[in-house]
């Protein structure tokens, strides 16, 4: 088993997990329920950890944590179809359904 990702927020963890099992990829959640221990530990050892099973996913499940991070500072696009602008993290545009250019 080896980490793969660490952040004190659980929305995000539950997010970057999600992603990584989508792929096929078995993983599970340390220190999912560790926040009433702050303060007798330090905080980032509270922090949900995402953790895989199989130590060959590993390099994966890292890259898809990177990528998903990295798509947040990624920009809006406008739809080549219906000239609506979208949010960078939508795939198809929200007016027409049309897909974003590559």
Do not use: R
Request: hydrophobic share 35%.
């Amino acid at each position: 088993m080896k980490l793969v990702y660490s952040h004190d927020n659980h929305f995000i963890v539950g997010n970057i997990k999600n992603l990584i099992e989508a792929q096929g990829i078995k993983t599970f959640i340390k220190n999912e329920f560790t926040q009433g221990a702050m303060g007798e530990t330090s905080a980032i050892d509270s922090w949900p950890e995402i953790w895989v099973f199989d130590d060959n996913d590993h390099q994966q499940a890292l890259a898809i944590a990177t990528q998903a991070q990295q798509d947040t500072q990624a920009a809006d696009w406008v739809c080549d179809c219906c000239n609506e602008s979208n949010d960078a993290s939508f795939d198809f545009c929200w007016q027409c359904q049309h897909a974003k250019p590559s």
